[in-house]
């Protein structure tokens, strides 16, 4: 089994930067491709970004592109999201999970994802 926790969700202004990390522990991290979700009040979740177990392919939702950049560091066990010119419209708990099943190129299905961490906050209001 696989323990994560998220940190670094804070209130930002719209427009800021931020960086999440996702911490690992238990079996082994770095046979996993990772992935970063996020749920806002009443929605339900959805996929922001993946990234295989060695780090060599990302993949983003379209509200990501350009702006989220998804990066792991297998020898310290951790994962981190950097986010660029946040919007109002994106507050949300974010998570990070290993993708335990699903072998094909769509990383976006939450099913595919287990162990999912406790999620970091995100607000983003003037």
């Known amino acids: 089994q696989i323990q994560l926790v998220e940190s670094g969700g804070e209130l930002v202004q719209p427009g800021a930067s931020l960086r999440l990390s996702c911490a690992a522990s238990?079996?082994?991290?770095?046979?996993?491709?990772m992935g970063w979700f996020r749920q806002a009040p009443v929605k339900e979740r959805e996929f922001v970004a993946a990234?295989?177990?060695?780090?060599?392919?990302?993949y983003y939702a379209d509200s990501a592109k350009g702006r989220f950049t998804a990066s792991r560091d297998n020898a310290k066990n951790t994962l981190d999201l950097q986010m660029n010119r946040l919007k109002p419209g994106e507050p949300a708990v974010y998570y990070c999970a290993p993708r335990i099943t699903g072998s094909g190129a769509d990383y976006s299905l939450p099913d595919d994802y287990a162990y999912w961490g406790q999620g970091a906050q995100v607000t983003v209001s003037s």
């Open positions: 238990g079996r082994i991290f770095s046979s996993y491709a």
């Open positions: 990234i295989t177990w060695s780090g060599g392919n990302t």
